[in-house]
């Protein structure tokens, strides 16, 4: 069999770390990978690079049309903009998801959620376009923008998602009560496709009520919808239903290219001391094997991630043991081997 080609970036601060647990597990399976590594952000900064997200980077992109991705620092209030985004609108990656799966010994507040947040991935006020501030530096403005296309693509693809993996319900977030010509296109939008799924319940529900409802009764969500900003927000919520975004993997999809990547920040402060928990990476490489539709071997990474955290299994302070990123990873692949 011909070796699958990806694109690795390991990121900064635990980016390195982390990823390398997430390849020491994919490496423990019965699949072949072709690695190819880019740097990008400060990574790419620190290296020489002019910009934080190199023509050599993308080469590799466009190359394999596959990528694993560990955290990259997004400087705030200054510097470059947002290296995640600029991927996701170079290389039109339009949908995010982000599964929020209860896992067993982890700390949280509630047990046996499985919610899904899709979220547009490359509009909206989160994009980025538009931002300006006076030379005084007393007004600032940032432009949002919907369109029907962009609407029509995420939505459908969310309800197509719910059908592919037997989900009985999508619930589109908004606020068109006060954004009515933004968020009202795409609650309109919305309303017109789920028509054409008779088979999938379907609601919508205010943005702000939505985050309450995750935090009092998340059992009731299956399938989350949502715009740009919106669904980065509820996304990290769901996070924190379930122990954090350590635990949180995350998959953008576009119709050319996908990119796996861990969710959370770069944790520079615990960077080189071998403690940061690489479940999140771990679980997006899980993600990036169902794309490749090697979903045997996606679920056999998920059990022994499940496995190692119900038993405490030399697991990382944040998860309440002892044990560090190599350790952990450890338990992981034996039993993999195990299995």
């Known amino acids: 069999m011909k070796p699958i080609p990806a694109t690795i970036i390991k990121g900064d601060g635990v980016g390195p770390s982390i990823v390398d647990s997430a390849l020491r597990v994919l490496d423990a399976l019965d699949i072949e990978l072709q690695y190819e590594y880019a740097d990008v952000g400060k990574a790419a900064l620190d290296a020489g690079a002019s910009d934080p997200v190199p023509q050599s980077a993308v080469d590799s992109i466009e190359r394999t049309g596959l990528v694993l991705k560990g955290p990259v620092t997004t400087p705030v209030g200054e510097g470059y903009s947002s290296v995640n985004v600029a991927l ?69 693809f969310a309800f197509e998602l719910a059908r592919e993996r037997g989900r009985k319900k999508v619930t589109l977030a908004h606020k068109a009560n006060i954004m009515k010509t933004t968020s009202g296109l795409f609650l309109r939008v919305g309303r017109e496709i789920a028509e054409q799924y008779p088979d999938i319940e379907y609601d919508d529900v205010i943005v702000d009520a939505c985050a309450m409802k995750l935090a009092m009764t998340p059992e009731n969500f299956d399938v989350i919808v949502t715009t740009n900003l919106f669904g980065d927000i509820l996304s990290d919520l769901c996070a924190g239903l379930v122990g954090g975004l350590g635990l949180a993997p995350g998959a953008n999809i576009g119709d050319d290219c996908a990119m796996f990547e861990a969710v959370h920040g770069s944790a520079p402060d615990i960077a080189g001391q071998n403690i940061a928990n690489p479940t999140s990476v771990i679980l997006a490489a899980a993600l990036m094997l169902d794309h490749l539709n090697e979903h045997q071997n996606a679920q056999r990474i998920r059990t022994a991630v499940r496995g190692v955290i119900a038993d405490h299994d030399r697991v990382t302070p944040d998860l309440g043991g002892q044990g560090t990123t190599e350790s952990y990873t450890d338990a992981v692949v034996e039993r993999l081997q195990q299995d």
């Open 88 to 156: 996701r609108k170079r290389f039109n990656l339009f949908a995010n998801v982000r599964p929020t799966l209860s896992l067993p010994g982890a700390q949280s507040r509630f047990e046996n959620l499985d919610i899904i947040t899709v979220r547009e991935n490359t509009g909206g006020m989160y994009s980025g376009e538009g931002q300006t501030v006076t030379d005084d530096g007393n007004r600032a403005e940032a432009l949002s923008v919907v369109t029907r296309e962009q609407s029509e693509h995420i939505i459908r």
